[in-house]
């Protein structure tokens, strides 16, 4: 079955501290597609990253960055230095190369970083 | 500027009371979605539409409704069979092979039935 954890509900940082936030995902298929998607307070989701399932080299951009791992099925996302335009909730998704059109989200990960 | 328009962004309804969500994009994509979200919980796929005057259910389309006439357009209405209507609705859009892109969202609808 498909299925995508976000273990972590809610974490409070001060500002310019680093933070990760876990991404565990479930799936049989052996090619997928892996998201994280920034929801601010505004209510739309921001695409953040994709990634493939071939592809398992880490991506930086900027103070973000992104570590997959499939002999661990994770995925997970860390803000260095975080800011407050950081706050946000913070969506991991995966989709199935047999049905791309269904996104599998995770329950999110509320960030709120203190000045 | 290319996006998806959702309106209203606040929505009330009686009880017993059909309402339609409107979503239009002018991204020219093909394949539109509309996921509901709750607190606490995931977003979940109501129905999705890959071509005009096509359209799939999702994983809880029951109580929903959709049509897709236009390209650019995919309203939801949320009928007085969904028992638990309060929520906030986030309509999507994306070229049709999402292999190698991602999609796009609007800024959302939040329905309250009161």
């Known amino acids: 079955a498909q299925k995508v954890t976000q273990a972590q509900t809610e974490i409070s940082v001060v500002e310019k501290e680093d933070v990760t936030l876990d991404c565990v995902y479930e799936t049989r298929d052996t090619t997928y597609y892996l998201f994280w998607y920034k929801q601010p307070p505004s209510g739309e989701l921001v695409f953040l990253i994709r990634?493939?399932?071939?592809?398992?080299q880490n991506e930086i951009s900027g103070r973000y960055s992104w570590n997959f791992q499939k002999s661990t099925s994770s995925f997970n996302f860390t803000i260095t230095a975080s800011q407050v335009v950081d706050s946000a909730v913070y969506f991991c998704?995966?989709?199935?190369?047999?049905?791309?059109?269904?996104?599998?989200f995770g329950t999110g990960t509320r960030l709120q970083v203190f000045p | 500027d290319g996006g998806i328009t959702q309106s209203p962004k606040y929505l009330f309804r009686k009880e017993g009371q059909n309402v339609t969500l409107s979503c239009e994009q002018n991204l020219n994509h093909d394949a539109m979605y509309w996921y509901r979200q709750d607190p606490g919980q995931g977003l979940r796929l109501i129905y999705y539409?890959?071509?005009?005057?096509?359209?799939q259910k999702g994983d809880i389309a029951e109580g929903y409704s959709v049509s897709r006439e236009k390209k650019e357009s995919f309203p939801l209405t949320v009928t007085s069979a969904q028992k638990n209507p309060t929520a906030f609705y986030l309509c999507a859009s994306s070229l049709q092979d999402r292999r190698d892109t991602e999609a796009f969202f609007g800024q959302g609808t939040r329905l309250t039935v009161v």
């Open positions: 990634r493939n399932s071939f592809d398992e």
């Open positions: 539409s890959q071509i005009v005057n096509d359209f």
């Open positions: 998704a995966l989709s199935e190369a047999w049905n791309t059109d269904k996104l599998i």
